[in-house]
């Protein structure tokens, strides 16, 4: 099998995961399989058997399928290898365990350090958006592309936070946002967020730090559906994730400055 077919079947086994994962969690969302929210660290990060009993489920896909290569997962860690698997069984748990239906399941597929594979589920909505690196970004097989939005006027722009980032310096940054005239909101699921950047529905997501379960399959979408995004990870590598900024081409320069996350 030449590489270009193996990256291929990879990308088909990371969909046909996503989507049975994101099924998974559906019986959860909608209480066929009863499950109790947990509290992390801070009050308002959850987990509940559905993020574990998701994770579980692709943890054994993956090394069933593919036994030689490592997987990162929120909930269960892992490790990073020459072929890794990236996996947030459920990307927006506090939504999913209020009944939003605005969460995903995000697989990302990392070689020798290099994005190349990513499949973003929106199971309540049944939207899949993939990315293979250097064939561009599908959603539910149609071709999808960042927006034309050049103006921050014109934008509608998505400002990501959880309780670990700094509230002043999230504060600041959506007030310079809200003054230059863009329409500022948070979602909740990262994943999701960039993977509407990438289908042209926002025209871009900021938020000062990810971890690389949640942002490394959304970034690769992005990217392929032409848009721009800041250096990921970080200077302390995939482990410690970094900040995310990622947009349309003509808004990109404009928002690095205001969020100046790469300095």
Not at 89 to 97: H, M, R, S
Not at 197 to 208: H, I, K, N, T
Request: aromatic residues 8%; negative net charge; proline residues 3%.
């Amino acid at each position: 099998m030449t590489a270009s077919h193996e990256l291929d079947a990879r990308a088909r086994f990371a969909a046909d995961l996503a989507r049975d994962a994101g099924a998974l969690a559906l019986r959860y969302f909608h209480h066929e399989l009863d499950y109790t929210a947990e509290s992390k660290a801070n009050l308002q990060d959850y987990v509940s058997i559905a993020d574990r009993s998701v994770e579980a489920l692709c943890r054994d896909r993956i090394a069933h399928v593919f036994p030689n290569d490592s997987m990162l997962g929120e909930e269960g860690g892992g490790a990073i290898g020459e072929r890794t698997w990236l996996v947030d069984p459920i990307d927006g748990t506090l939504n999913f365990v209020h009944g939003v239906r605005y969460w995903c399941v995000s697989v990302a597929f990392v070689e020798n350090g290099v994005r190349r594979i990513a499949a973003v589920y929106d199971a309540p909505s049944d939207e899949l958006f993939t990315a293979v690196s250097g064939k561009g970004a599908r959603m539910n097989d149609r071709p999808i592309g960042v927006s034309s939005t050049a103006s921050l006027a014109r934008a509608l722009v998505l400002h990501g936070f959880v309780q670990r980032h700094d509230l002043d310096a999230h504060l600041r940054l959506r007030r310079a946002l809200l003054a230059g005239g863009a329409e500022v909101k948070d979602h909740g699921a990262g994943a999701l967020m960039l993977a509407h950047v990438a289908a042209g529905r926002v025209d871009a997501y900021l938020e000062p730090h990810m971890h690389p379960w949640d942002a490394t399959g959304g970034l690769l979408l992005v990217e392929e559906g032409g848009g721009r995004v800041l250096p990921y990870p970080g200077r302390n590598g995939v482990h410690a994730g970094g900040a995310v900024l990622a947009s349309a081409p003509g808004l990109f320069d404009e928002l690095a400055a205001l969020a100046a996350f790469a300095a």
